[in-house]
């Protein structure tokens, strides 16, 4: 089977849906699909996977990712029949528009993955190009979709809420586990954030609360880490100032095994998003063995379920109550929290396990017969 996976760019090594359509793509790869991953030519990268094929960036504004390279290729490819089918990651730029175009064109079955982007937040922010954008090119795009894939419940009812009724295969996103440090013992401990520097991950309610907190927990820090967005880190740093703030710290962005070594190091992770497909971040501090406080802006309801972690509302008030409850938690107790986190991602988010059920997708698109039982009709 020759699958050919689009994505606007895997350059930012730091993002979460970058990781994930990677390493979907090895996953596939390593079944013995024919895999090419399909990206603009943004920025050098250190180790491309050998699976990938860049295309220039076209004349027109930076943010839509015009390609007519790209555009050509998928054309020529699938008038050739050498495609059995496309798989689209993402929405609001061009390399998102053209697998729809190809498939329309060329009767060539097409699967997309939104990873976030059909949410409610995601289409009430943002630039004012997207008013014009849905409705003349993304959406008669998304048109040709002959199966979505969403990462949780929650992504399959932001798909129909736009109107789609095609089926949507529900599958999360797979996570590495890695191997365990023994974590380090300090006078302090570390309560982490790690993502991007957005508005969309509620970083200003973090720091709002944890003014509310931190002189009762004086053992606890507060670290931000992960790369600035629009300029959004210096507005965070602003707010950290005006608040009077202590014992908080804005690293910078890490990678490979220092990030790892964040996760296994810190006590406790935090996502506190207004709108999350997924939460890759979640799975990585899980695996790495720490518990999670995640709002109810991810699908992360497991976390009380499995004993790993909080999931509250969003905003101040419920992660001010929360921060009290789990501050005040013995580091025995948040360690087997963590340990109890690290098993559930073993066993349910492997990749192996991801990777194959998106290898039946596939052939069920394909080739009909019997619906796998994580697809989701009508």
Known sequence: MSVIHIVPSIAEEASGGTYAVVNLCESLA???????????????????P?????????????????????????SKTAQAGAVDLLHNHSSWMMPNVYPGWVAKRHGVPLIVSPHGTLSEWAMQSGSTIKSVFWPWVQKPALTATTCFHATAESEYEDIRRMGFHQPVAVIPNGIDIPDLAPKTLGESRTLLFLGRIHPIKGIDVLLHAWQAVMTRFPDWDLQIIGPDNGGYLAEMQALTAQLRLQRVAFPGVLYGEEKQLAYREASLFILPTHSENFGMTVAEALAAGTPAIVSKGAPWAGLEQQGAGWWIDIGVDPLVACLEDALSRSPEDLAEMGQNGRSWMEAEFSWAQVGQRMAETYRWILNGGNKPNWVVEG
């Open 30 to 48: 390593v079944q013995g699909q024919l895999v090419t991953l399909a990206v603009l030519d943004w920025a050098p990268l250190p180790s491309p």
């Open 50 to 74: 050998p699976f990938l094929k860049t295309f220039p960036l076209g004349l027109g504004p930076r943010r839509l990712g015009c390609s007519p390279a790209m555009k050509g290729w998928l």
